[in-house]
């Protein structure tokens, strides 16, 4: 399964849970019930995956931490504010970029309708 392929199921799988949950509930509500979700529709998911870092020569174990990594091939955020920020989007990119990653969204479950809460984040080509 490509990278478009897995994304097509996870739009579809959150705009589902945001009808079915509604706006406003805590990050971590989103999270594990979405990953819930995923795993029900056969995608392998790992939450809260640590991404090291390298600075100086130096090795950090807890650089970053990725809400969902999908079949090792997405990377999803999970946000549930008011309004998102430049921020959270160069946040999710440079995830992308430490793990080699070429595709990641932030779904933000704070927005009233999902699909206004919809961001993909492209790192490099995506091949078909």
């Not at 994304?7 to 949950?21: R, S």
């Not at 640590?50 to 999908?70: A, K, N, T």
């Amino acid at each position: 399964m490509n990278e478009n392929e897995i994304g097509t199921i996870i739009i579809d799988t959150a705009i589902e849970m945001h009808k079915e949950l509604g706006a406003g509930l805590l990050e971590s509500v989103y999270e594990v019930i979405f990953m819930k979700l995923l795993s029900q529709k056969g995608l392998s998911v790992q939450r809260q995956v640590s991404i090291p870092i390298e600075y100086e020569g130096e090795h950090f174990d807890e650089g970053f931490r990725v809400d969902l990594f999908v079949e090792g091939k997405v990377i999803i955020e999970l946000k549930s504010v008011e309004k998102l920020s430049n921020a959270h989007k160069k946040q999710l990119l440079t995830y992308l970029k430490f793990t080699n990653t070429k595709l990641g969204y932030i779904l933000n479950f704070g927005d009233e309708l999902m699909k206004n809460g919809i961001y993909r984040i492209i790192n490099g080509e995506i091949e078909d």
